[in-house]
C-alpha cells in the first residue's frame, strides 16, 4: 500500500509563502492523478487542485486560482504545492491524495498550514 | 459546480444494528466511459480520510464487507450493515467529475 508522507507546513504571515511538499512511497507514481485537498479546523473536505500524470491538464478551485501553482517531479516521486499571498482562510490541514475518486485512491496524513500574524 | 448534498447529517446507531446515509448530486455523476465519478469516504477522529466506495459502488480494498454503496440516478447510498464501534466518525460522499470536486457536508455518525 503506498504511503503519501506531506511536509512544508507551518506558520506563516498573511501575505506570505509556503512550499508544501508530498512523496509517494510507491514506484508508480507516474501513473496517477495527483490532488490537494484542505481541510481548514473543524470543517468540511475541499478540493484544492489537481494534475494529470505529466503535468498538461492542471485545475484549481477558484479560492486559489493565481495564488497556487501545483506541479510534480515524478522522477522523485514529489507532488507540491506552491502557495503565495496566504489569507487567513487558506489556514487548513492540507492533504495529498492519489487517484481521488479511483480505486487506488490514497491519503496523505496531511500537514497544517496556518496563517496568522 | 455539482452540489452534493447528504443526509442526515448527524446518525447515532446501535452497535450490530444497520445505518444508511444518502447523498443526492445536484446532476448526473456518469461519465461517457461508463465509470461514476463518485466515492464514500470516512474521516475517523484524529485520521486522514480514506476512501470506502470508489467509481459509484466499488467497495475499496481492505474496506469489511459490511460497508456497501449503491447509485440510482443522481442518488447514491451508503449502507453499514451491522454497526461497530470503530466505524464512528464522518462520512463524505464526493464527486470527481468536474472540476471543482464537490464533497458533501459530512455526515457524524456516533455509536449509541
Known amino acids: 500500500e503506498a504511503q503519501l508522507v506531506e511536509s512544508g507546513g507551518g506558520l506563516v504571515e498573511p501575505g506570505g509563502s509556503l512550499r508544501l511538499s508530498c512523496v509517494v512511497s510507491?514506484?508508480?507514481?507516474?501513473?496517477?492523478?495527483m490532488h490537494w485537498v484542505r481541510q481548514a479546523p473543524g470543517k468540511g473536505l475541499v478540493w484544492v487542485s489537481r494534475?494529470?500524470?505529466?503535468?498538461?491538464?492542471?485545475d484549481y478551485a477558484d479560492s486559489v486560482r493565481g495564488r497556487f501553482t501545483i506541479s510534480r517531479d515524478n522522477a522523485r516521486r514529489t507532488l507540491f504545492l506552491q502557495m503565495n499571498s496566504l489569507r487567513a482562510e487558506d489556514t487548513a490541514v492540507y492533504y495529498c491524495?492519489?487517484?481521488?475518486?479511483?480505486?487506488?485512491?490514497?491519503w496523505g496524513q496531511g500537514t497544517l498550514v496556518t496563517v496568522s500574524s | 459546480d455539482i452540489v452534493m448534498t447528504q443526509s442526515p447529517l448527524s446518525l447515532s446507531v446501535t452497535p450490530g444494528e444497520p445505518a444508511s446515509i444518502s447523498c443526492r448530486s445536484s446532476?448526473?455523476?456518469?461519465?461517457?466511459?461508463?465509470?461514476?465519478?463518485f466515492a464514500w469516504y470516512l474521516q475517523k477522529p484524529g485520521q486522514s480520510p480514506q476512501v470506502l466506495i470508489y467509481?459509484?459502488?466499488n467497495r475499496a480494498s481492505g474496506v469489511p464487507d459490511r460497508f456497501s454503496g449503491s447509485v440510482s440516478g443522481t442518488d447514491f447510498t451508503l449502507k453499514i450493515s451491522r454497526v461497530e464501534a470503530e466505524d464512528v466518525g464522518v462520512y463524505y460522499c464526493?464527486?470527481?467529475?468536474?472540476?471543482?470536486?464537490?464533497f458533501g457536508q459530512g455526515t457524524k455518525l456516533e455509536i449509541k
Open positions: 467509481l459509484g459502488s
Open positions: 491524495v492519489r487517484d481521488l475518486v479511483g480505486r487506488r485512491d490514497s
Open positions: 464526493m464527486q470527481g467529475l468536474q472540476t471543482p470536486y464537490t
Open positions: 446532476q448526473s455523476l456518469l461519465h461517457r466511459n461508463g465509470d461514476t465519478f
Open positions: 510507491e514506484l508508480t507514481f507516474s501513473s496517477y492523478w
Open positions: 494534475m494529470d500524470t505529466v503535468g498538461s491538464v492542471i
